[in-house]
T-cell receptor, first 112, second 109 residues
Framework: SQTIHQWPATLVQPVGSPLSLECTVEGTSNPNLYWYRQAAGRGLQLLFYSVGIGQISSEVPQNLSASRPQDRQFILSSKKLLLSDSGFYLCAWSGEGNQPQHFGDGTRLSIL | RKEVEQDPGPFNVPEGATVAFNCTYS??????FFWYRQDCRKEPKLLMS???SGNEDGRFTAQLNRASQYISLLIRDSKLSDSATYLC??????????FGAGTRLTVKP
């Protein structure tokens, strides 16, 4: 069966520091991969998605970037974090077509 | 207007009650529909897909009305473990899923 791993679970970073969150999927090939952010009490906002290695689409202009160096690895990065980058970051994967997305455990990021 | 709108909640119901959540979506080209549940400080988990003819999974029943752009979720015989936030999700394109802000449910003994 397919599993998705995301780490770390929580992270506290100072303003201006870099960021790297990692997500890996097992048990499937060529998944569609997604990064979302969820602010407190709000819906999920899609940040990036990828349909294949090296293919990244960005949904909103922001301080973050994403990379997909391997088929089942998706990385969210920032060179300099802002206070507004705080939130709950979720990685997800899906298969082709109208299949639903499945989420990792999430990373709760606090910027001080 | 938000793309996916849900009942604001919260819903506080006793065990055994029947509770219904509503959701409307604005994009008539939406392709598929889902309900997710999200426990406090956890990731969303797929509860069920929603099919045009309506579908049932145990105590849960989902309905879709494409003409009215309306989705519903009915929970019968509520359990304490049903307490969570329920997210209405609409797929607009292959990689474009829009999430409602969620409706919080608390089931009390």
């Amino acid at each position: 069966s397919q599993t998705i791993h995301q780490w770390p679970a929580t992270l506290v970073q100072p303003v201006g520091s870099p960021l790297s969150l990692e997500c890996t999927v097992e048990g499937t090939s060529n998944p569609n991969l997604y990064w979302y952010r969820q602010a407190a009490g709000r819906g999920l906002q899609l940040l990036f998605y990828s349909v294949g290695i090296g293919q990244i689409s960005s949904e909103v202009p922001q301080n973050l970037s994403a990379s997909r160096p391997q088929d089942r690895q998706f990385i969210l990065s920032s060179k300099k974090l802002l206070l507004s980058d705080s939130g709950f970051y979720l990685c997800a994967w899906s298969g082709e077509g109208n299949q639903p997305q499945h989420f990792g455990d999430g990373t709760r990021l606090s910027i001080l | 207007r938000k793309e996916v709108e849900q009942d604001p909640g919260p819903f506080n119901v006793p065990e055994g009650a029947t509770v219904a959540f509503n959701c409307t979506y604005s994009n008539s080209a939406s392709q598929s529909f889902f309900w997710y549940r999200q426990d406090c400080r956890k990731e969303p988990k797929l509860l069920m897909s929603v099919y045009s003819s309506g579908n049932e999974d145990g105590r849960f029943t989902a309905q879709l009305n494409r003409a009215s752009q309306y989705i519903s979720l009915l929970i019968r015989d509520s359990k304490l473990s049903d307490s969570a936030t329920y997210l209405c999700v609409v797929r607009i394109g292959n990689n474009d899923m829009r999430f409602g802000a969620g409706t919080r449910l608390t089931v009390k003994p």
